[in-house]
Nanobody
């Protein structure tokens, strides 16, 4: 069974840092993505990482967020630095394989002083 499980969210002050993780079980994906969503809004693409580790991030987080992955633990990370209040959202990891779209349950990131 394929599962994606996010962790690492929480409350962080503006300017702070946080690292999210997405642990994968059941398969290895070629491309993995991070999205985020705030209430009433569509999910926003944050970035992705391919196999090997080529990354792309959205302009809104460029220079602040980086994506990495480890194959040993089959885990993708989102390192969030210089966090802003507008980064408050539920963060989801996503991947697809053989026409099936997989999502994690999401992890809440709240930016507040």
């Amino acid at each position: 069974q394929v599962r994606l499980v996010e962790s690492g969210g929480g409350l962080v002050q503006p300017g702070g840092s946080l690292r999210l993780a997405c642990a994968v079980s059941g398969t290895i994906f070629h491309v993995m993505r991070w999205y985020r969503q705030t209430p009433g809004q569509q999910r926003e693409f944050v970035g992705n990482i391919t196999n090997p580790r080529e990354t792309t991030v959205a302009d809104s987080v460029k220079g602040r967020f980086t994506i990495s992955r480890t194959y040993a633990q089959n885990t993708m990370y989102l390192q969030m630095n210089k966090i802003k209040p507008e980064d408050t959202a539920v963060y989801y990891c996503n991947a697809d394989q053989n026409g099936v779209d997989y999502w994690g349950q999401g992890t809440q990131v709240t930016v507040s002083s």
